[in-house]
């Protein structure tokens, strides 16, 4: 997505809250993306909290002594948005995610969701199991008055069973599959203007 944008001329950045299971932000998830979406971003700005313990984010936290504060979030994240027109916000394992879960505050990934005021893509794999992931989290989330914009299907190979699980998805959630995206592939097969409305 953050390279879709990039490579249309686009002013496209990257954020996320936590990440747990690195050593440094470029060995990272977000490390990753500015790597591949060849973004100009600073390394600093893509995160606000890097555990080295790969393990839940809020367990890393935990084990680490330094725990996720929303306030630190909401002006990481504007710093960001300041710069960047478009800014991808990614997630931290599942909608349930706890990224804080101490005795002075519970903090879950929809808890980042609500603060910023976003809308979801839900990202899952094409495989086994997906028909009930996605429509879980869709439900989820729905019960939460999160929107959801779409849902990408990643590590498609192709085949009866993965499209009879798109075509589930679908039927019982009435949310849009938006792409399909192979295992290596280096472009997302959407068009530019469908991309850009996942943003507004």
């Known amino acids: ?13 990257y954020y996320k809250a936590a990440l747990s299971g690195a050593a440094c932000i470029a060995d990272s998830d977000a490390g990753y993306v500015k790597r591949i979406g060849e973004i100009n971003q600073p390394e600093s700005t893509l995160l606000s909290y890097l555990y080295q ?27 960001v948005a300041s710069q960047y027109d478009y ?19 519970h903090i879950l990934l929809e808890d980042i969701i609500k603060t910023l005021g976003l809308n979801t893509v839900i ?18 989330l729905m019960s939460r008055d999160i929107g959801i914009k779409g849902v990408i299907i990643n590590h498609y190979t192709g085949g009866m069973m993965e499209e009879d699980n798109i075509a589930m998805i679908e039927a019982l959630t009435a949310i849009p599959v938006l792409a399909r995206v192979a295992q290596n592939a280096t472009e997302l097969e959407i068009s530019l203007d469908q991309l850009k409305a996942l943003y507004e």
Do not use: F, W
């Not at 800014?87 to 505050?105: F, K, M, Q």
């Not at 990202?123 to 989820?140: E, F």
């Open 53 to 79: 313990n790969a393990v839940s984010p809020h367990l890393a936290a935990r084990l680490e002594r330094n725990p996720v504060e929303l306030s630190k979030v909401i002006g990481d994240y504007q710093q």
């Open 123 to 140: 990202v899952a794999p094409a495989g086994l199991g997906t028909i009930n992931a996605v429509a879980l989290t869709a439900q989820y």
């Open 87 to 105: 800014i991808t916000v990614e997630g931290s394992g599942g909608i349930v995610c706890p990224l804080r879960y101490d005795t002075d505050n």
């Open 1 to 13: 997505m953050v390279k879709k944008l990039h490579y249309a001329g686009i002013n496209a950045g």
